[in-house]
Each structure stands twice: as C-alpha cells, then as structure tokens.
C-alpha cells in the first residue's frame, strides 16, 4: 500500500500568510495527487486534481505543486475561511489520504 | 447539478446490521465509479474502497473486507454501503463519492451519515 505523510499536522498562521502544506508519497505516485480541504461537520472539498489543476470553482490563491514523491499545496493569502484541515490523496494505486494537516488561526 | 445524497443518521446496537443509502442525481450514475470513505470522531478520512457503477464490481480497501458490502440499485441511481456485526469501533461518519472512470479523482461527496454503535 502506497502511504501518505504530510507536514504539519497542524499549523497556525494569521489572515493574510502564506502557507505551504507538504505530502510525501511512499513511492513515486507520478501525478495522481489531490488535495481536499474539509471544514468541521461539512464534506470534504475538492481544491486540486492531478497535483496542480485547479478545481473548478476554487480560488486562484490556492494551488499545487510537485511530481513523484514530494508535492506541496500552497495558499497564496489566507483568508478567513481558509481555516480548516487540508488532507492530500493520491489516487496512483487505490487511494489513500493523508492524515492531515489542521490550519489554524495564529 | 450533481448531487449525492445520503440517508439519515442511525443509531444502532453491537451485533446489528446498517446500511447507508446515497442516491445520485445531475449525472449519469453509470459513468462514475462511487466511492466509500470512513471518518471516526476527530480523525482523518480513511478509503474504504469502491464500486464500479456499470458491472457492480466492488473494491474493498484492506481492514474493510468481510463485515463491509457494497451495492447499486442503478435504476433509482442509488449507492448502498452495508456494515454487518456491527462493533463500537464502526461509529463514524460514512461518505459517498464519485470519481471518473478516466479521472481517479474523487470530486463531488454525498453529506455524510453518521453510523452510532451503542448498546
């Protein structure tokens, strides 16, 4: 099985920041890579497909980078409803999340 | 537009059966696949696997083999999940989602149903 690791696992920043997320793959997952962002009580979001496309819908300040083992989801200039927990998957194999990284306001 | 929805929370006791209903509409059901993801309380998300919406081939993820069914009845468009033997562990809220046959990527997600095991 193809295991996923992010960092952090949590992170405070204020309105305003830029943030980077990491996940690193256990082997390389090519660009099967996706980052969800989930609010508490809600269903994930999709932000990103296939390391770096934007979701339709989504705001131009996120975005993804990254092939192989080592991607980043970047958040340009938080903004108040950015805050939430952001879990990277990669669909190369079956799929497996991350376990997420919980971002909070500093 | 597309929309998952699932069936209404459920409380059940040790040893019983549940089974969690997720009716698709916007698309056409049968060209994408459903997939079945577990959140325990305060944790991550965690694959359960999927079904193939046009043979109702299913994958099961490892730990979720056995107890764990899915199904279709592709004439009303829905997607079952199915949990026998039910254990405290199993309390969790259960998540529909579809992904292409041709994209792998999970992109519209049902609301969730929230599964209480308790005697």
């Known amino acids: 099985d193809i295991q996923m690791t992010q960092s952090p696992s949590s992170l405070s920043a204020s309105v305003g920041d830029r943030v980077t997320i990491t996940c690193r793959a256990s082997?390389?997952?090519?660009?099967?890579l996706n980052w969800y962002q989930q609010k508490p009580g809600k269903a994930p979001k999709l932000l990103i497909y296939?390391?770096?496309s934007l979701q339709s819908g989504v705001p131009s300040r996120f975005s993804g980078s990254g092939s192989g083992t080592d991607f980043t989801l970047t958040i340009s200039s938080l903004q108040p409803e950015d805050f939430a927990t952001y879990y990277c998957?990669?669909?190369?194999?079956?799929?497996?999340f991350g376990q997420g990284t919980r971002l909070e306001i500093k | 537009q597309v929309q998952l929805v699932q069936s209404g929370s459920e409380l059940k006791k040790p040893g019983a059966s549940v089974k969690v209903s997720c009716k698709a509409s916007?698309?056409?059901?049968?060209?994408?696949?459903m997939n079945w993801v577990r959140q325990a309380p305060g944790q991550g998300l965690e694959w359960m696997g999927w079904?193939?919406?046009?043979?109702?081939?299913?994958t099961y993820a490892q730990g979720f083999t056995g107890r764990f069914v899915f199904s279709l009845d592709t004439s009303v468009s829905t997607a079952y999940l199915q949990i026998s033997s039910l254990k405290a562990e199993d309390t969790a809220v259960y998540y529909c989602?579809?992904?292409?046959?041709?994209?792998?990527?999970?992109?519209?997600w049902g609301q969730g149903t929230l599964v209480t095991v308790s005697s």
């Open positions: 082997q390389s997952i090519s660009s099967y």
């Open positions: 079904i193939n919406t046009n043979t109702g081939n299913p």
């Open positions: 296939a390391a770096s």
């Open positions: 989602a579809r992904h292409g046959y041709s994209s792998s990527w999970p992109d519209y």
């Open positions: 998957q990669q669909s190369y194999s079956l799929i497996t």
């Open positions: 916007g698309y056409t059901f049968t060209s994408y696949a």
